[in-house]
């Protein structure tokens, strides 16, 4: 197998739904060989806290393959013998200190400026995400039909703007762990509920925080929300077990039990390269997700789709329920949409689209041919 | 139907399990008459955000009732016309500001200092709640037996407590919406966490703040994620809708969702007697709720209950999903006690248990026969 480079693009002026224009330049990566008629191409936009790292690896010491490795590669489900796969990074990407995304977002310099943006930076919406990308692939790459798109969680929030948005481009759509609309459950536990923490620590100072004064506490905070909604009671039962025995806790509050100190333990570490900014910005982008946004209806927004559609959902999961897919099948059904729900269990819950491809990357390899 | 008076007990020195002494005043209702034998007795211990104000009213234009009012009365489930049923607030009860609570906590004088406690108000947990219960029982109202112990969530807490600790006490256990060990998920995602986000707001200052000056921000924040742990997605979704035609939030992130604003207004009446540090004491004690401390295990800790059980779970409950009740009715039913679960679903979740007990009200009518 080759080895994946980072590449990236720039576009100098983007102008956002919202009207705000924004210069934007964002990572990608791409895995397999772009045919002649580019009539191959896969477009794999990522979730709230992944990168364009969606398989394969740097370096052949490279511990850590892309997120969807066991599904995008030479002879998997989606296969890069056959399949042109290109991955962005997102606007304001968590994790803008890693060294491996390119991003724009709010920990970016304004150039009208010359500072950080902080809280100047525009809002914006996985619809501004998927109409980069359409920028990019079609003027700068000239690929003007995608083969498919596919995403996990706000990959696959990203993958249905495409899907209703530019209808013509799109011949096929697979959402993962995804939905139509973001829950107002999820928008409020995970997203609302991570920006206020953040905006309570008192480093927060309205995004403009200086670099080792920066809002962690905050930060760890939102993260471990995200975290709990995106995993099962189970999950953490087992991962992070009770010590029954310990007396410590008991004697007195401030003394953490054994399972606190583990999971934080986890959030630091995973937490490594995340701004708590363009965590903020990430979050209320997927709080405002919502295809019917600018439409008549739920209905009016499906309708639009033409591109044959498989949706695969965790019945276990948490931040994205089966229920809302169902509902989004069931209209499309009556619409006459070719699509199809594919429904798995696990107790990884929400994260089980990233973690247990197993779990139905035959579906998917099924769904491509 | 006699009206309610809040009456109050004190114990001048009551000593924690941790070896902490403390002077205790809480409030306390009763509902039917004590027959002479004290062998009608039923307790009910209030939930996490509850009071002793378990049922009736105080006056005739009262309109709120007891939270279990449909549950509590004469010719009820738990016919008061037979029943002497009584409760009690809590240690550190979050209402301390509503006038009809009673209650000891960090909000309290410490009689050593003369000032709020605030953070050396010691660790309390759910079996020193029984613990003060039974000593007010016993000592000062000469009841020596239960006929039953029955609460919601926490107040199923309380009562497992009293099951395992005063076995020969207690003839029938009822635990709604509740569980012997508090899941680990649940202490991290509305306990943890609302701890958390309560110490992140400048104003906390470690639980000594002014009247006026108090952490609002954090508290309501912790509030939210107990209310959005409490109910599920599609009650959400239907009780605070989106709006999928409006279009400010789009412009600027800091202006608010229609659903946000619906959202903090409700946080907001609902926490007007609410303290933050009492909220912060009790989301300790819910973190720590673990009938198996101190003993050898789970099944050890079942083992000592003689009174005949049953179990009342909502299917769709996230805070104390069913799955734990079914472990421990299956460890139990090994041990041979007569122990039962009685299993029902609402959209409602884990708020099912106060709000919809006319789903589960026949069979707690029939366990107290």
């Known amino acids: ?90 606007l304001a990407n968590v994790q803008v200190k890693n060294p491996n995304v390119i991003t724009t977002g709010p920990r970016s310099i304004n150039p009208k400026t010359g500072k950080i943006w902080g809280l100047d930076f525009p809002a914006f919406t996985y ?44 011949e096929r759509m697979i959402g993962v762990i995804t939905n139509p609309q973001n829950p107002i459950l999820t928008s409020l536990n995970v997203t609302q509920q991570g920006m206020r923490a953040i905006a309570l620590d008192p480093n927060w100072k309205e995004g403009v925080y200086q670099d080792g004064q920066e809002p962690t506490e905050g930060l760890h905070l939102a993260v471990q929300m995200m975290n709990t909604g995106a995993f099962t009671p189970e999950f953490y039962e087992t991962t992070y077990p009770r010590d029954s025995k310990e007396q410590g806790p008991y004697q007195d509050y401030k003394v953490p039990t054994s399972y606190e100190k583990q999971v934080a ?4 570490s995973g937490s490594a ?61 009556t619409q006459e949409k070719q699509v199809e729900l594919y429904e798995f269990d696990s107790l990884k819950g929400h994260l089980a689209g990233i973690l247990e491809t197993h779990l139905f990357r035959e579906k998917i390899a099924e769904f491509l041919i």
Chains 1, 2 share one sequence.
């Open 1 to 90: 197998m080759n080895y994946v480079k980072k590449q990236q693009f720039t576009i100098e002026n983007y102008t956002l739904e919202n009207g705000k224009s924004i210069p934007v330049t964002l990572g990608y990566e791409t895995y397999g060989e772009l045919n002649e008629e580019k009539s191959n191409v896969i477009l794999v936009p990522h979730y709230f806290s992944g990168t364009s790292h969606a398989a394969g690896k740097y370096t052949p010491e490279d511990p850590n393959p892309g997120y969807w490795n066991d599904l995008i590669g030479p002879g998997k489900a989606v296969d890069t013998n056959k399949f042109f796969v290109i991955s962005t990074d997102n």
């Open 127 to 170: 619809r501004d995400m998927a109409g980069i990308q359409h920028e990019f692939l079609t003027k700068q790459l000239g690929i003007n039909k995608l083969y498919g798109v596919m995403g996990a969680s706000a990959g696959g929030f990203i993958s249905l703007h495409w899907a209703v948005n530019y209808p013509e481009k799109v």
């Open 265 to 268: 333990k986890a959030i630091e």
């Open 273 to 333: 390269f995340v701004d708590a900014s363009h965590w903020y910005y990430t979050c209320r982008a997927t709080m405002m997700h919502d295809i019917a946004h600018g439409q008549e209806s739920l209905e009016t927004a499906l309708e639009k789709i033409t591109a044959k559609v498989l949706m695969v959902s965790c019945t276990s999961d948490l931040l994205q329920p089966t229920v809302y897919n169902r509902e989004m099948i069931e209209i499309m059904k």
